[in-house]
């Protein structure tokens, strides 16, 4: 079945603790993104990926890492945690770009105390 | 910053009705995409309109494009119960594969 999957579904966690979210595809699929989504402000790009080794900021990258080292896994990494990103996040892939149907993860929502 | 904003932000109609929802953007777009997400679930694709296009259709779904007032509209026709989610427009520039969605509008489809 095709599919993005999200680890974990569920997260809380302190402040300034190290945390990293897994996603992976299997229909490889050159683009990779992830998203975070607060109340009232729909969706926001944090980062987004046209290819292994190729990443680029999106619209609220600051506070978050990412990396490409395989096609099918594109990991966001919080490294120190804050409040401000207790927030629902979703990774999403598409075949070849942001104007291609993007196919999304479940979602992981990350409590920071 | 965010591109697309979805009007009006939460709607109430009766099944069997038609639901029009809008969305506007501020800059050039190359494709806007409509996605469908029900209660905290990922989003669904729906349908995606190209620039140069002013129409499409999808099933019960039936998108239009006016690029010179940067405006797109959702009518999904004759709604049920299922159709209840939020719904979203997404947009990309031109070599620009950064994906800016909108906020949303809630439909709520009453039995």
């Known amino acids: 079945e095709a599919q993005v999957t999200q680890n974990p579904r569920y997260l809380i966690t302190v402040t300034g603790k190290k945390l990293t979210v897994t996603c992976s595809q299997n229909m490889n699929h050159e683009y990779m993104s992830w998203y975070r989504q607060d109340p009232g402000l729909g969706l926001r790009q944090i980062y987004y990926?046209?290819?292994?080794?190729?990443?680029d900021k999106g619209d609220v990258p600051e506070g978050y890492k990412v990396s490409r080292k395989e096609k099918r896994n594109f990991p966001l990494i919080l490294e120190s945690p804050s409040p401000n990103q207790t927030s629902l996040y979703f990774c999403a892939s598409s075949l070849y770009g942001g104007g291609y149907e993007q196919y999304f993860g479940p979602g992981t929502r990350l409590t920071v105390t | 910053s965010q591109q697309g904003e979805e009007d009006p932000q939460a709607l109430s109609i009766q099944e069997g009705e038609n639901a029009t929802m809008n969305c506007s953007y501020k800059t050039s777009i190359n494709n806007l995409q409509w996605y469908r997400q029900n209660s905290g679930r990922g989003l669904v694709h729906l349908i995606l309109?190209?620039?140069?296009?002013r129409e499409k259709h999808s099933g019960r779904l039936r998108v239009t494009l006016d690029t010179s007032k940067k405006s797109s509209s959702l009518l999904i026709t004759a709604s049920r119960a299922a159709d209840t989610a939020s719904y979203f427009c997404a947009t990309d520039g031109w070599g620009n594969e950064k994906l800016t969605f909108g906020t949303g509008t809630r439909l709520t489809i009453i039995p």
């Open positions: 309109i190209r620039s140069n296009e």
């Open positions: 990926s046209m290819n292994v080794e190729v990443t």
